[in-house]
């Protein structure tokens, strides 16, 4: 049917938004007779809205705590029944089935309901909402001649509808309604049974390292905003976060999707991949600490008493490089560390990432209009899996953090590293997981002054982390060497030590594992180094 009049409608919600209006005009301009269950009926009938009972229209009570109510044939027939059909209206007919033209649902706020981690299952279980999918679907499925509404953003345009086809609507915003229904259950039924799949891998992860990696994996994405373009302007992109109830194992508890921009310009498709990384890395340290990244790389990294402070190390690690970075911190940022980068340094920031900002900060960075500024309002864990898209699929693994225990450490040299070494290295260790591979990290004093990122080997990448880390030292006015180095693979060859050591590295701290470790380590005990196997390796491809 092309134009559909709307003569008897279900109205049922839990988003109440506009719903009275929506159920008045409904009456009071068309004609339109209401049926309404429960809560939504109470609301109506206090704000003046002529309803028709549930229990009275299908003559059958609400019962079992509500789970039944509109699972009736007098709903479901007066959905599904096919207006073209001379024998469908005739069995309606005779079973005493009027005609349902609208339904107006929106469903029990499931992923509201189990985000709370105190809910019980119990609790969980009496959230997932029965009826009002089965009257979605029922509506959607017969769209030639019913009208579904999940969206109360959508009460308007069929408002709109009926002023101007004469209390109809037409099949084409019909047929749109219809798709936006069957999204809603499809998205409502995946988040259901993702959180049951996390119910049943609890235990099952509990005698795991890692967390389980489901047989089925359903996510549901929903479009934050179109950005300018992709990596590159001949791309098309946008950015998208998971939906409610679709994040419990792919998003962190504090998520870069979900942080508020205070201000500045949209964020790039690049800047979101850079502000990420930065966000990820900034994270690993439970002590003041900030990320200057550029290029998914951190070209500065520096723990301190104050996030200021880190941020002053952060920044003399590499200078050049951090204009035009991502600037992430883990503390609150204060008004000296916006002086700091903004007047002292002059530095220009793509995107400035923390957990929260003092009044004077935001009041001085508004000076700043283009810089985009974040508010993650915490840091929290990471997310327990992350998602690579390839062609035709997904690649699917648990989130790499750092989280050895320093106990199980080797050290396989003669020499051990002292107190100092080993804090050095345990920085150090932290900062290399986030350098691209072959990835070589020279420290110094707590701040990753040397980046060998991404070299086809371990040699070249060593060269230029020892070669930036000199540079840094005559910038900064310090003697070179002393260095504490971080490799996220093991050395397959001596050569990588001899070229270390050559630039003043006096400890080395890296998986272990090659054939030639005994190479490696006869190599340290020439040189004096001191080196750590973790047994662990950090590659981030």
Known sequence: ?????????????????????????????????????GGTARTLTDAGVRVVPIEEYTGFPEMMDGRVK????????????????????????????????????????FEKTVADPEVSFADAIEHIDIGGPSMLRSAAKNADSVTVVTDPDDYDLVLGEMRTHAGATTRAVRRELQLKAFETTASYDTAIAIWLGDQLDTEESARQESPVTPDEFGIYLEKLEDLRYGENPHQ?????????????????DHPLAAAPQIQGKPLSYN??????????LVREFDEPACVILKHQNPCGCSMAADVTTAYDRAFACDPKSAFGGIIACNREVPYNLVEHFADKNKQFVEVLIAPSYTPEALERLARRKNLRVLATGGTGDHAALELRSIDGGMLVQCVDTVSEDPSTFIVPTKRTPTTAEMNELLFAWRVCKGVKSNAILISKGRAGIGMGPGQP???????LACKRADEACARMGAEPGGYACASDAFFPFR???????????????QPGGSKR?????????EHGIAMVFTGTRHFRH
Do not use: Q
Not at 6 to 28: H, Q, W
Not at 457 to 463: C, E, G, K, M, P
Not at 517 to 525: F, G, L, R, T
């Open 1 to 37: 049917m092309e134009d559909t009049p709307i003569k008897r409608a279900l109205v049922s919600v839990t988003d109440k938004t506009g719903v009275v209006e929506f159920a008045r005009t409904l009456e009071d301009e068309f004609g339109v007779e209401v049926v309404s269950t």
């Open 70 to 109: 509109t699972l009736h044939p007098k709903v479901h027939g007066g959905l599904l029944a096919r207006r073209d059909s001379a024998e469908h209206m005739a069995e309606a007919a005779a079973h005493g089935i009027n005609m349902i033209d609208l339904v107006c649902v929106n469903l029990y706020e």
């Open 236 to 252: 098309t992109a946008a950015v998208y976060r998971f939906a409610d109830g679709f994040a419990s194992l792919v998003s962190s």
């Open 271 to 280: 800047n979101y991949l850079d502000a990420d990384a930065a966000w990820s």
């Open 457 to 463: 080997n371990r040699v070249d990448s060593a060269l």
């Open 495 to 509: 050569d990588n030590v001899d070229v270390l050591a050559e630039h003043g590295v006096t400890c080395i701290i």
């Open 517 to 525: 470790d005994d190479e490696s380590v006869a190599a340290c005990d």
